[in-house]
T-cell receptor, first 115, second 114 residues
Framework: GAVVSQHPSRVICKSGTSVKIECRSL??????MFWYRQFPKQSLMLMAT?????????EQGVEKDKFLINHASLTLSTLTVTSAHPEDSSFYIC???????????FGEGSWLTVV | AQSVTQLGSHVSVSEGALVLLRCNYS??????LFWYVQYPNQGLQLLLK??????LVKGINGFEAEFKKSETSFHLTKPSAHMSDAAEYFC????????????FGTGTLLAVQP
């Protein structure tokens, strides 16, 4: 079946630096990708929706200049957390859907720890 | 706007007992509804989905859910719990229109006692 892969699965970075998380669709063309953030023992909160070749649409309250999303190809979207702070530490999950939009596939998630 | 409510943030059952995880939705249009399972430190795995076909939906690992429009519910059930079912379960509704955004419930943590 379709697979969405995230990399890295875990990353530790220093406060003030930037870190990039990749989300790849391995066997289908992902026309739309979503980025979620999940704090421990909480639900998933949608951060942004990205369509291939266009700017991401951010949810209310999400800083687009801090969480840079790029969806330059049909198989890759990246989330860059810029000038990371400890409060950005979280579990980030991407999901992707193809042209039909009938099924949404989730990545394995990426743990970000900012120290 | 669509939304889902999961009653019970924690549910504990004995191994072999019935599992019932509750989900109620709010939607002004016929909804697409989903149940996902999340094991510790992992992403989400789709258990099953309702897309306006059969109201009783069978999923993986012996789970099923019944769409009841009159009750605006989409409860998840499994006749006999297994230790490996212990995980977090999320109900979600797909937002209407051109978007495929999923709106998640707050989740229910299922514990299975031996």
């Amino acid at each position: 079946g379709a697979v969405v892969s995230q990399h890295p699965s875990r990353v530790i970075c220093k406060s003030g630096t930037s870190v990039k998380i990749e989300c790849r669709s391995l066997d289908f063309q992902a026309t739309t990708m979503f980025w979620y953030r999940q704090f421990p023992k909480q639900s998933l909160m949608l951060m942004a929706t990205s369509n291939e070749g266009s700017k991401a649409t951010y949810e209310q309250g999400v800083e687009k200049d801090k969480f840079l999303i790029n969806h330059a190809s049909l198989t890759l979207s990246t989330l860059t957390v810029t000038s990371a702070h400890p409060e950005d530490s979280s579990f980030y999950i991407c999901s992707a859907t193809g042209i039909s939009g009938n099924t949404i596939y989730f990545g394995e998630g990426s743990w970000l720890t900012v120290v | 706007a669509q939304s889902v409510t999961q009653l019970g943030s924690h549910v504990s059952v004995s191994e072999g007992a019935l599992v019932l995880l509750r989900c109620n939705y709010s939607s002004s249009v016929p909804p697409y509804l989903f149940w996902y399972v999340q094991y510790p430190n992992q992403g989400l795995q789709l258990l099953l989905k309702y897309t306006s076909a059969a109201t009783l939906v069978k999923g993986i690992n012996g789970f099923e859910a019944e769409f009841k429009k009159s009750e605006t519910s989409f409860h998840l059930t499994k006749p006999s719990a297994h230790m490996s079912d212990a995980a977090e379960y999320f109900c979600a509704v797909r937002e209407g229109g051109a978007t495929n955004k999923l709106i998640f419930g707050t989740g229910t943590l299922l514990a299975v006692q031996p």
